[in-house]
Structure formats: structure tokens, C-alpha cells
T-cell receptor, first 116, second 110 residues
Framework: ETGVTQTPRHLVMGMTNKKSLKCEQH?????MYWYKQSAKKPLELMFV???????ENNSVPSRFSPECPNSSHLFLHLHTLQPEDSALYLC???????????????FGEGSRLTVL | AQSVAQPEDQVNVAEGNPLTVKCTYS??????LFWYVQYPNRGLQFLLK??????LVKGSYGFEAEFNKSQTSFHLKKPSALVSDSALYFC???????????FGAGTTVT
């Protein structure tokens, strides 16, 4: 148990569906992240939120829409996805990264997404 | 720009033998270095980190890593590998002047 909980663990959706991934952290952190992990590819940082404000959007297509209502919750809204979006989506949290924080990330177990 | 290289996609080791997973990095400023492990269909688990101080860092599950500033390396080591150590290992780095963590491509240990 890492203190970061992701739901659902598995999701299958069609290209016209709308679904959401949820992440909740119980570590008192102020930064939250979405990463995409595809087979045979490096981890891709998608979004970063610090104190509920989005500070990084790594050129992610608009069919992925993040939402961070507070420092403990992070959502990834999905709509009109493509089969190549099938991947493991990882949520992580940390203290806000600055010169005084070491900044290790704590990851959830991931949401395995399959787009048909 | 910062970057991490894990030169080996795969490392095979017999149980009981020493295990080494290699990592080199490039950052501006002082490096903050991390190792994570990922078991199948699971998230990444933090193993250990180097921020400052002793170059040999000890972490979870008997792992340790050695920071070498001159070679810009942070290799992960375990004196005696177990079958249960089979997993995907990621090295990560950020510079003291940066606010993002950069991950290597990962090394599969079998």
C-alpha cells in the first residue's frame, strides 16, 4: 500500500465512450501527476498539478482532460480515444518539487486501459 | 536538459549471484537520484534515493546504489539476487535546478 489509490484498475472502452480515471492520495502531498506507460516505451509524463494548479501539460491530446479538484484527488477524463491510447496510466504524488525537497514520487497501482 | 540512460534492456542473473543494474545521468546542478521497481501489472515502488552525503545508499529489500560523480553514474546493486527480484527497474533523476523527474527506459531483471 503506497498511499496512492487508483480506480478502476482495469477499463475497456470503445472509441466513442466517455470514461474517467480516478486517483486519490492519503500522503498529504501537494503535487500530483499522470504518467502513461506503453509497452516497450519509456514512461511519459502527461500532466502535473501543484497545489491544484496545472503546471505541466506535456503536449497531450485534448481527448485526455485532467481535473484536480483538491490536492488529494486527481482525475483523467477520457473521450473519443484511439486504440493507440491503450496503456497503463499511472498516478503519482509528491511534495512539491523545489530545491528543498528530494521529491520522490509515490505511485498508484495503475489503471490498465484498453481501447477497442 | 536532464536525461537518464539505462544501457541494458535486460539483465539475467542466477539466484545467489550479485546483481547490478546500470544507470548514467546528465543534469544541471546537483543530482537527485532515485531507483524504482515495478512488478507485473503494478505501479512503481520507490527503492532508494541519493540526495547528498555518503555515496553508498542503502534501500529496501537489500538493494543499494553507489553514486559516482566523476562517472555520472548511479548503479543499483544487490549482493545476492533472489528469484523474487525479477522485475522492471527504473532509474530517475532531477537536477537541483529542475522541478521534473526524468526516468530511464527501464531494465528488466530476470
Amino acid at each position: 500500500e503506497t498511499g496512492v489509490t487508483q480506480t478502476p484498475r482495469h477499463l475497456v472502452m470503445g472509441m466513442t465512450n466517455k470514461k474517467s480515471l480516478k486517483c486519490e492520495q492519503h500522503l498529504g502531498h501537494n503535487a500530483m501527476y499522470w504518467y502513461k506507460q506503453s509497452a516497450k516505451k519509456p514512461l511519459e509524463l502527461m500532466f502535473v498539478y501543484n497545489f491544484k494548479e496545472q503546471t505541466e501539460n506535456n503536449s497531450v491530446p485534448s481527448r485526455f482532460s485532467p481535473e484536480c479538484p483538491n490536492s488529494s484527488h486527481l482525475f483523467l477524463h477520457l473521450h473519443t480515444l484511439q486504440p493507440e491510447d491503450s496503456a497503463l496510466y499511472l498516478c503519482a504524488s509528491s511534495q512539491v518539487l523545489n530545491r528543498d525537497s528530494s521529491g520522490e514520487l509515490f505511485f498508484g497501482e495503475g489503471s490498465r486501459l484498453t481501447v477497442l | 536538459a536532464q536525461s537518464v540512460a539505462q544501457p541494458e534492456d535486460q539483465v539475467n542473473v542466477a539466484e545467489g549471484n550479485p546483481l547490478t543494474v546500470k544507470c548514467t545521468y546528465s543534469v544541471s546542478g546537483n543530482p537527485y537520484l532515485f531507483w524504482y521497481v515495478q512488478y507485473p501489472n503494478r505501479g512503481l515502488q520507490f527503492l532508494l534515493k541519493y540526495i547528498t552525503g555518503d555515496n553508498l545508499v542503502k534501500g529496501s529489500y537489500g538493494f543499494e546504489a553507489e553514486f559516482n560523480k566523476s562517472q555520472t553514474s548511479f548503479h543499483l546493486k544487490k549482493p545476492s539476487a533472489l528469484v523474487s527480484d525479477s522485475a522492471l527497474y527504473f532509474c530517475a533523476v532531477r537536477g537541483s535546478n529542475d522541478y521534473k523527474l526524468s526516468f530511464g527506459a527501464g531494465t528488466t531483471v530476470t
